[in-house]
């Protein structure tokens, strides 16, 4: 086994981790707060903070990592998860609105340095000359960590059922302080260190393709998030009546699926990984969610109509993201990589952010299907944006 083959391993089962009580954590708050009697609106505005300081450690984490080492930004993102955990472990007196922020706000932060170390970090363990390698381990990566995210749904409506939210919030900070201790000792010493010194102005990207590729990547995930994040879940409890344990093992079934096809999706594209391959699965993307929004207008079998597209939209949705995940890491320099990344995902931050606000707001005022006109909008203009990449695509090995 290569060294190279080694650090990748370990910097996957970091993220895989980190993952796995992310999904959980994510899964546990809405429910828990929902079964408070907390509003649609109000349970997406706990996420407010999350959202908001994914969009800032994006930007200052890969300055940090160019400064510091990919290897410290992604321990520091393990070791924050571990603290927001702990922030949401005291008595249920204590669980505030502000409180509850405060944590996912931390949360946040460890989310977007892990993921963006890890994704850095396999920029500078492939060679520039193999991309057809590079663009596969990155949809591996996408595709499993989006898989586990899955699980961690799952677990998190079953934690909450068994353990209840205090108990849930422990086990898995004790059990991720595990893996941050294991790899405080085997992660690589300065990896993604730049050898210059990066000014702080280089936090913004200079890349005409890397501010295309980021502007279509935040409306690709604003317009999964405006359904998916509140509106969905809230509408399956209330409206299909299923109990907790049955929705999460829903959205983690979702969202295993998903990062399957996120980790097969060079076998869809084949070689057509540049421009017109966006814009082509962008456009049919857009055409799902209102699909689904006519489907659920005009009163056909709802169950039928909203699972039967969701599935169809997680297929479209993973192949575009995972797409976008290769075409940002070969875009991106290879001295202080993380810069460049950092900055395509405060992009996708931002995406999520306005994704969370939107769906809870919108649902509460106007029902789901107002969620899904909105994210077929969104979608459509990510198309448009995708038109305006580069022409050419980086040569494939």
């Known amino acids: ?14 993220y895989w981790a980190f993952t796995l009580t992310d999904g959980a954590l994510r899964m546990l708050v809405v429910l828990h707060f929902h079964q408070l009697g907390y509003s649609p609106l109000a349970i997406a505005l706990l996420f407010v903070f999350y959202e908001f300081f994914g969009v800032v450690t994006n930007l200052v984490g890969g300055y940090l990592g160019a400064r510091i080492g990919l290897n410290r930004t992604m321990n520091l993102g393990l070791f924050l998860q571990i603290v927001a955990l702990g922030m949401l472990a005291v008595p249920a007196a204590m669980l505030t609105v502000p409180w509850v922020m405060a944590a996912q706000a931390l949360s946040g932060i460890a989310k977007d340095l892990n993921k963006m170390s890890a994704k850095s970090g396999i920029k500078l363990l492939v060679p520039d000359e193999q991309q057809g390698k590079l663009y596969k381990w990155v949809a591996i990566l996408t595709g499993s960590k989006n898989t586990l995210k899955g699980v961690g749904f799952f677990l998190g409506g079953v934690l909450l059922m068994t353990l209840g939210f205090a108990g849930a919030v422990v086990a898995m900070a004790v059990a991720l302080g595990g893996v941050w201790l294991v790899s405080l000792f085997l992660l690589k010493q300065e990896l993604g260190k730049s050898k210059a010194k990066p000014k702080f102005t280089d936090m913004f990207s200079k890349s005409r393709a890397i501010n295309v590729l980021s502007a279509a990547r935040m409306f690709l995930f604003g317009a999964r998030d405006v359904w998916f994040v509140v509106a969905l879940p809230v509408y399956l409890h209330t409206v299909f009546g299923w109990d907790f344990w049955k929705v999460g093992g829903f959205l983690a079934c979702w969202v295993i699926g998903y990062g399957f096809i996120q980790a097969v999706a ?15 699965w962008a456009t049919v993307l857009a055409l799902i969610p209102a699909g689904i929004a006519v489907g659920l207008t005009a009163d056909w079998s709802l169950q039928v109509v909203l699972i039967g597209g969701l599935l169809l939209f997680g297929v479209v949705f993973a192949i575009n993201s995972s797409l976008h995940s290769y075409l940002i890491v070969s875009y991106a320099r290879g001295d202080g990589v993380s810069l460049d990344v950092g900055f395509y995902y405060m992009s996708n931050a931002a995406g999520r952010l306005l994704g969370t606000v939107l769906s809870g707001w919108v649902y509460q005022a106007y029902g789901l299907e107002a969620c899904l006109w909105i994210s077929a909008g969104l979608v459509a203009t990510a198309a448009l944006l995708s038109v305006l990449l580069p022409d050419q695509r980086p040569a494939l090995a």
């Open 266 to 280: 060079p076998r869809i594209t084949g070689n057509r990984e540049g421009r017109q391959s966006a814009v082509f």
């Open 1 to 14: 086994m290569t060294a190279a083959i080694r650090q990748y391993l370990v910097i996957t089962g970091n």
